[in-house]
């Protein structure tokens, strides 16, 4: 991966910075959104159109929740890849996927056999054109270093009539909502990831959330990349957003 921009973490930095927290990250994410953040993940997942018996990937997965939730959707006919680059949180996602299904045990019928852990990186996906029928990402799409090529590969193994939804942090416009992120940021975010010993991990949100692509400017990046429709909805107060592409009208 290259860099975004020259005061941008390289792809190597970020990498490790997830490494670094994989053992924490769930914990974190509960106590940062006051555990909103598995409503917002189902919306996702609902919004990329997973169905049973779907092709399904969830990029940047981490430690497994929307993978998880996408193996519901798909149900036991279908197939779920979660792709990462950081090795510490694809074991993180493999030991929740085998206490929801343990190995040589029956496993509940509504799910599919396994869930397929990749180590790749999102701007050169190890994945056939037009291979998949929905996709997720969440937290992810920030956090790459060359959105466009993101967006470029996404579109690429989607199917005809795909649909993926991207969940992650939003930059709000209007002054009170800007105001109030970042009293979240500077008042929450940053003392939790102190007071856990990862002050120095998490002073990268700020940057950035002020480095990622507004809404508009999403949807119009969306499209260079060859996305049919692009619809971004801010969520959560404006503080979250997700981007709903689609290879088609199915949107």
């Known amino acids: 991966m290259g860099l975004a921009q020259p005061s941008s973490p390289t792809a190597t930095d970020i990498q490790g910075l997830f490494d670094r927290i994989a ?11 006051f555990g909103l953040h598995r409503v917002w993940k189902r919306m996702a997942v609902r919004w990329s159109g997973a169905a049973p018996g779907h092709t399904t990937l969830d990029l940047c997965c981490g430690s497994g929740d929307l993978a ?10 279908g197939t779920v890849y979660g792709l990462d680059f950081s090795a510490e949180l694809l ?19 509504q799910l599919p056999n396994q869930i397929h852990w990749v180590r790749g990186d999102a701007l050169a996906l190890p994945f056939e ?13 920030r956090n790459l270093t060359d959105i466009p090529q993101g ?4 579109r690429r193994v989607l199917k005809s009539g795909a649909s993926a939804a991207i969940l992650d942090f939003h930059r709000p416009q ?8 970042r009293w979240y940021l500077d008042t929450l ?23 990622f692509p507004t809404g508009p400017e999403q949807v119009e990046l969306a499209h260079q990349a060859g996305f049919a429709r692009a619809i971004h909805y801010p969520i959560a107060g404006g503080l979250m957003g997700v981007l709903v592409v689609g290879c088609h009208d199915r949107v």
């Open 23 to 33: 053992p924490v990250y769930d914990s974190l994410n509960e106590r940062l959104s």
């Open 151 to 154: 967006l470029a590969e996404l």
């Open 129 to 141: 054109d037009s291979s998949i029928d929905a996709a997720t990402m969440g937290y992810g799409l």
């Open 174 to 181: 209007g002054g009170l909502a800007q105001q109030f992120q």
């Open 91 to 109: 074991g993180v996602a493999a030991k929740r996927w085998s206490k929801i299904c343990p190995p040589g045990l029956e496993h509940p019928t």
């Open 68 to 77: 998880l939730m996408l193996a519901r959707a798909v149900g036991s006919t």
């Open 189 to 211: 975010v940053v003392p939790t990831a102190q007071s856990m010993g990862l002050s120095d991990e998490y002073a990268y949100i700020g940057p950035s959330v002020e480095r």
